[in-house]
């Protein structure tokens, strides 16, 4: 709702043949959806790993992220691209060892969503190949995590894709710019009340720093306290899909002609992972933590919401 209302204020989206009123109305509903579906998927897939109240507070924090509502007011690529992301990892994180399902979420997200989504392909090969034998060897499940995405070429050929035609390859350069792009987005979701060079260099290393430690801490103590509310494959999965979406990103940058640089549009999703992530580790490191801590990483956490909302 909140979506709705500021994209149909901008004005930005319209749908030909309707009358004014009416695709003021409907125009901004694909973003409007797209918010509303990402923010309750996260809030599902932090329920079930960290809890409710650590679900509420992460569906909060990616709601904040300075590029959210921003994107979703400006953008029709984006939203469905980033709720996309999400719907991938909760099918990875729900039936690891159904490849096809996630599989046919990729292909759909690569050929009719976005190029920049050619990630997500590599993510359910990756996470198919991550999956111990089970009745199926590793092949036979990479197999069929490729299945649907060869189904999707053949009818893209009849139906179209998000691609734009000719697709012509060539390697471009540029790996640091291409990297650079995509840290920029990322630090500005990570320092939104920094503006000042040298200032803003600091302290996004540092916080950087600060949630790779947490990451690492939160990997090990969901390992060690495994059980069916904090499953283990969570953290593999984050990395698999997060590390996928960047090789993704770097091969349609560097190789498809034309291709822009990553935008807010194709980066965001890194974001929302991050901040995932971050959210879980803290619920599972939190009752480790002395008062002193526990207050910092509230203070922390208030200060980082007051810069994203005045932002």
Known sequence: MIVW???RQDGNFSVPGLATEASSALGPLLPALSAGATIAIALVIVDVVGGPVVAVLAAIC?????DFLPLHRSSLLGPPLLTMTVVMLGVMLAAPRFSIAYGAVAAVGALWVSP???GLVVAALAWALWQPPNGRGRAQRAWLALLPLAVALAAATALGSAWVQPVQFG????????????????????VPAIEAG??????????????????ALGWRRAIATSSPERPRRFYPAIAILSASLVVGLLVHSLLVVGA???????????????????????SLLWSRWRWWGKGIAVL????????????
């Open 5 to 7: 209302l500021l994209a």
């Open 62 to 66: 990616v709601l904040l992220l300075p």
């Open 116 to 118: 920049s989504a050619i």
């Open 171 to 190: 390697w471009r350069g540029g790996v640091d710019n291409v990297l650079g792009a995509i840290g920029g987005v990322l630090s500005a979701q990570q």
């Open 198 to 215: 040298a200032l803003r260099w600091f302290v996004v290393a540092d916080t950087t720093l600060v949630f790779l430690a947490l990451l």
């Open 260 to 282: 822009p640089l990553p935008g807010v549009e194709a980066a965001l999703s890194l974001a929302v992972l991050a901040t995932l992530a971050v959210a879980v580790s803290v």
């Open 300 to 311: 922390l956490l208030a200060g980082w919401m007051i810069a994203a909302f005045s932002g």
